[in-house]
Nanobody
């Protein structure tokens, strides 16, 4: 199974972007799906996760109230709506599938990443 992200790009601070992630070569409909990010020179950071059924979500403190994760129920597709973007949101964003947790260690599948750049 491969995860393919799309939707990254460059925006001005205060703008919005919507990231998408689609699984190919198999199904991950029973897995939690999440987003992580890594900025240059920084550790990988948990962003958001959503359960397989879509009822439960969890967010990193730095994105709460600005980002929203959602998924197509029964499909291996997840979205990350990012509003009120800040320059500190600049990073490569990775989609992942695994357990409903903030720890990257419990995710079995990872995408290649999509770049998000927020200009001040």
């Amino acid at each position: 199974v491969q995860l393919v992200e799309s939707g990254g790009g460059s925006v001005q601070a205060g703008g919005s972007l919507r990231l998408s992630c689609q699984a190919t070569g198999g199904t991950l409909e029973n897995d939690a799906m999440g987003w992580f990010r890594r900025a240059p020179g920084k550790e990988r950071e948990f962003v958001a996760v959503i359960r397989a059924g879509g009822r439960d979500t969890n967010y990193g403190d730095s994105v709460k109230g600005r980002f929203t994760i959602s998924r197509v129920i029964g499909k291996s597709t997840v979205f990350l709506q990012m509003n009120n973007l800040k320059p500190e949101d600049t990073a490569t964003y990775y989609c992942a599938a695994g357990l409903f947790t903030t720890s990257a260690n419990w995710y079995d599948f990872w995408g290649q990443g999509t770049q998000v750049t927020v200009a001040s």
